[in-house]
């Protein structure tokens, strides 16, 4: 049966409080959403370049003026995609019961923390005195260790692991994120070396002749 839009997003805010329990429903009653997943990433993904710029000048270490916006984007969209095909690579081999769509439903409903508490503390930075920025720090800390308990509840609960072996599945994939990422630099880097070669034949030939 299919879900209405309601009980979709009931789900997701269900998960964030209950996650064994949310996360079971997501993944084996198919209670979760593909659509709602993307548009937090993409949230995510475009706070994380506002927090660049608009962080109060108290918390700010960043150099505005050498600020990339489309790499900014672009690189924590990456690091998404990059975990989730890790995760499900890895877990594939050692029996894990969750799919693709299951481990990137539970990394970007999890972000859902990070983006509560990244708008509260870029938006408060710019209000609060260097002797306040501890109380900002402590409630980022806080997000973030919550966001870990989701994204390893999650896990936990969709591959069917242990709390032991969701955390080896997890030290298992970002091992294998890096090494897909050094694959990845390493190919490109000698793409564009071909290329660079290839363009410096031609234009040789082309004033040979």
């Given amino acids: 049966m299919k879900l209405a839009k309601n009980?979709?997003?009931?789900?997701?805010?269900?998960?964030?409080?209950?996650?064994?329990?949310?996360?079971?429903?997501?993944?084996?009653?198919?209670?979760?959403?593909?659509?709602?997943?993307?548009?937090?990433?993409?949230?995510?993904?475009?706070?994380?370049?506002?927090?660049?710029?608009?962080?109060?000048?108290?918390?700010?270490?960043?150099?505005?003026?050498?600020?990339?916006?489309?790499?900014?984007?672009?690189?924590?969209?990456?690091?998404?995609?990059?975990?989730?095909?890790?995760?499900?690579?890895?877990?594939?081999?050692?029996?894990?019961?969750?799919?693709?769509?299951?481990?990137?439903?539970?990394?970007?409903?999890?972000?859902?923390?990070?983006?509560?508490?990244?708008?509260?503390?870029?938006?408060?930075?710019?209000?609060?005195?260097?002797e306040e920025v501890m109380i900002l720090t402590s409630i980022q800390m806080i997000c973030y260790v919550y966001f870990a308990f989701l994204v390893v509840a999650g896990l936990t609960t969709i591959h069917e692991y242990g709390f032991g072996g969701s955390i080896m599945s997890i030290i298992m994939s970002v091992a294998a994120a890096a090494i897909i990422l050094f694959i990845g630099i390493l190919v490109f880097t000698m793409l564009e070396r071909m290329i660079s070669f290839f363009s410096s034949v031609a234009e040789e030939l082309m004033r040979r002749l």
């Fill in 7 to 130: 009980d979709k997003l009931k789900y997701w805010g269900y998960a964030l409080v209950h996650p064994f329990d949310g996360f079971f429903e997501i993944r084996f009653r198919n209670h979760g959403s593909m659509l709602i997943a993307t548009l937090l990433l993409i949230a995510y993904a475009v706070l994380n370049c506002l927090k660049f710029q608009y962080t109060g000048f108290v918390m700010n270490m960043n150099n505005i003026e050498e600020m990339d916006a489309l790499s900014l984007f672009v690189s924590v969209i990456s690091v998404v995609v990059l975990f989730t095909v890790s995760n499900w690579t890895v877990t594939t081999l050692f029996n894990g019961k969750g799919k693709m769509k299951d481990i990137f439903i539970v990394l970007c409903y999890s972000l859902t923390v990070l983006i509560i508490g990244d708008a509260i503390v870029t938006f408060a930075s710019n209000f609060v005195a260097t």
